[in-house]
């Protein structure tokens, strides 16, 4: 078992009001499973993954992150676990403007302490993977908008993390490229990691297993897809 | 420190040509704040690209420090733009998985520089740009302004001699906007060079000149 919540909540507080992101979540994934979750905006979508990738705490419940119950572990405990554990691809790319694209996809391995000539290994290695060769001394904002998301998941994927989460990963792509960042993640749950992803899109939620749908906070339906496409 | 000579920047699409930039002479001196204004597509932001060597001119002549850009390598405009530029765009551009620590600490992990040497530029970039009590919070627990804050204190934090500013305040509200205009203001006291594109008469009015610019062409 990869992940297990129990009870989850997460509560906003402000001066006047409380209010509930997320509401008695109750979930679980296995190692290489290839979730996708649903829902309309504001429902807790993207709190539940944050969560999740250990960058939020719930305010209340049980999460169990490979065994360890981490909902109230110390920042640098859940440090520790994401950089080893977790890959992140967003919306929005997330590529630092101040660095070329080897440099950008080389940072998950700087902080893990990875020696610099593997480090150069793995990121070559990768970006020959995403095509992106040819690209490797350029700055983000040289790059299209799909080749942007091309280094956002070579950098998500570069220390081989077990999980990999993606908040609309495909939100400001075209089709094509969409469908470009759905393969790869497709090729990256074969090969063995699980996928956690947020989407808007019906079509490409149903290139994962599992598809819960959430509403209010809460989880009110999950549809196991019966033949999943790759 | 800046000098551009005929610069044209141009795109062939089949047989059409159609010109960004046409002839730009433009010198810009070591601690100047230069406003660039003008309509959409009148190609700001093509020049800020060209002055902060993420493109390159289709004709014309580009000299930093007396140095001809426009014949640089590859490799020695990234070295170039690395060293000396800062960029800051409109959208904030921080890794949501890096507290904002780390993500100031990034640009600095790929440079020769000591871990305890880091720390205390660090530290000096938080302490100036207020953002001590948030260093530990990730880009999601921050607001707007507190985001923009963050990255234009990563984008400064190498200390480049130049900045590019391409509407940095276009998705704050005022009191934010007038916040990171202040900082500019603040940065170039000190020495810095700043080239803002903007659309905002007051953010123009940080600056010292303005110049406008139509079609790709420079307004007398």
């Known amino acids: 078992m990869l992940i297990q919540t129990k009870n989850l909540k997460k509560i906003y507080t402000t001066e006047e009001v409380e209010t509930t992101a997320l509401n008695a979540i109750d979930l679980t994934i296995d190692q290489g499973e290839y979730v996708a979750i649903m829902g309309p905006s504001g429902c807790g979508k993207s709190t539940l993954l944050n969560i999740i990738g250990l960058i939020d705490n719930p305010s209340s419940g049980e999460y169990m992150f490979l065994g360890k119950n981490v909902a109230d572990s110390s920042e640098r405990k859940r440090a520790g676990l994401r950089k080893a554990n977790i890959g992140f691809i967003f919306q929005s790319f997330n590529l630092i403007d101040e660095l070329t694209v080897f440099e950008n996809v080389e940072l998950p391995l700087l902080y893990l302490g990875t020696s610099a000539g593997e480090r150069k290994k793995r990121v070559n290695e990768v ?12 700055f983000p904002q ?30 400001n792509l075209d089709s094509t490229h969409g469908e470009e960042v759905m393969s ?9 990691t699980a996928i956690i992803m947020v989407t808007h899109s019906q079509a490409y939620a149903e290139y994962s297993q599992r598809i819960i749908y959430l509403f209010d906070g809460q989880i009110v339906s999950e549809n196991i897809q019966k033949k999943f496409k790759l | 420190m800046i000098r551009l000579r005929g610069v044209t920047k141009s795109y062939s699409t089949g047989y059409v040509k159609t010109f960004v930039l046409r002839n730009i002479d433009l010198d810009i001196a070591e601690g100047e704040f230069l406003t660039v204004m003008g309509p959409s597509g009148a190609g700001k932001s093509t020049l800020l690209h060209i002055l902060g060597m993420l493109d390159t001119p289709s004709e014309g002549e580009y000299h930093f420090d007396g140095q001809p850009v426009h014949t640089f390598s590859e490799k020695r405009l990234t070295e170039f733009h690395k060293h000396q530029i800062g960029f800051v765009f409109q959208s904030y551009h921080l890794i949501d998985d890096l507290t904002v620590y780390e993500n100031l600490e990034t640009p600095l992990l790929y440079k020769k520089i000591k871990a305890s040497e880091r720390k205390a530029l660090v530290a000096e970039a938080l302490d100036r740009f207020h953002m001590v009590a948030k260093k530990d919070l990730f880009p999601h627990q921050l607001s707007g302004g507190q985001q923009q804050r963050a990255a234009v204190a990563r984008a400064l934090i190498t200390k480049p001699r130049v900045i590019l500013a391409d509407e940095p305040t276009g998705n704050l509200n005022s009191k934010e906007g007038k916040e990171i205009m202040g900082m500019f ?5 000190g020495g810095t060079t700043v080239v803002q594109v903007t659309h905002s008469e007051q953010n123009a009015a940080y600056g010292r000149r303005t110049i406008h610019l139509l079609d790709g062409w420079i307004q007398a």
């Open chain 1, 184 to 192: 790869l993640l497709g090729e990256l749950h074969a090969g063995g």
């Open chain 1, 127 to 138: 970006l020959e993977n995403m095509a992106l060769m040819p690209r490797k001394n350029h």
């Open chain 2, 185 to 189: 203001a603040e940065l170039n006291a």
């Open chain 1, 142 to 171: 040289q790059l299209s908008g799909g080749q942007q998301q091309r280094v956002a998941v070579a950098r998500a994927v570069v220390a081989r993390p077990k999980l990999i989460l993606a908040d609309e990963p495909t939100g």
